[in-house]
Antibody
Framework: QVQLQESSPGLVKPSETLSLTCTISGGSIINYYWSWIRQPPGKGLEWIASIYHSGSTNYNPSLKSRVTISVDTSNNQFSLKLSSVTATDTAMFYC???????????WGQGTMVTVSS | DIQMTQSPSTLSASVGDRVTITCRASQSISYWLAWYQQKPGKAPNLLIYKASTLESGVPSRFSGSGSGTEFTLTISSLQPDDLATYYCQHYNSYPLTFGGGTKVEIK
């Protein structure tokens, strides 16, 4: 079955760029949208961005100026970069498969990113 | 942006109780609504999509209804394994947004 695994940068310094990669196994990246979602400790879920295998993107307007999502079909991966991070960006980051019918039907286990000097 | 409002934010019920969670959208989203269950320390898990379609493998005690702006998630007979936070999410248009969550506790 399809599984998603986020990379784990762990700790990022304020003002730096957070970089995450999601690796898809057991299935193809083709013909789906792929998304990043975050959850600050003790809080709710926030959609960050989505990308189609062709490279078409959608961003949350609240983060758009700092976010870049990209796809690498040859390696069955997609990635997220979040620039100029602050402590408020500390969160669990999830990658997920998104379909037009079922929304987010498959999730990675999540990776905790802490922004601290 | 479409705002999603869930109520209640917390509920406490006994095993075997019927539990209902409400989700309201700030504008019509037709039936483009999903429900997720998030157990402590775990990633969210899709329960229901298109407002009322049960995801494969999800117990039949979970059901969803509604369209337009008003939606409900019902657990027909609460089980100890249902201890979790439940989120609604619209996918009618971008940006995609989630409700604030409903934490279900077992009395």
């Amino acid at each position: 079955q399809v599984q998603l695994q986020e990379s784990s940068p762990g700790l990022v310094k304020p003002s730096e760029t957070l970089s995450l990669t999601c690796t898809i196994s057991g299935g193809s990246i083709i013909n789906y949208y792929w998304s990043w979602i975050r959850q600050p400790p003790g809080k709710g879920l926030e959609w960050i961005a989505s990308i189609y295998h062709s490279g078409s993107t959608n961003y949350n307007p609240s983060l758009k100026s700092r976010v870049t999502i990209s796809v690498d079909t040859s390696n069955n991966q997609f990635s997220l970069k979040l620039s100029s991070v602050t402590a408020t960006d500390t969160a669990m980051f999830y990658c997920a498969r998104q379909t037009s019918d079922t929304a987010f039907d498959i999730w990675g286990q999540g990776t905790m990113v802490t922004v601290s000097s | 942006d479409i705002q999603m409002t869930q109520s209640p934010s917390t509920l406490s019920a006994s095993v075997g109780d019927r539990v209902t969670i409400t989700c309201r959208a700030s504008q019509s989203i037709s039936y483009w609504l999903a429900w997720y269950q998030q157990k402590p320390g775990k990633a969210p898990n899709l329960l229901i999509y298109k407002a009322s379609t049960l995801e494969s493998g999800v117990p039949s005690r979970f059901s969803g209804s509604g369209s337009g702006t008003e939606f409900t998630l019902t657990i027909s007979s609460l089980q100890p394994d249902d201890l979790a936070t439940y989120y609604c999410q619209h996918y009618n248009s971008y940006p995609l947004t989630f409700g604030g969550g409903t934490k279900v506790e077992i009395k």
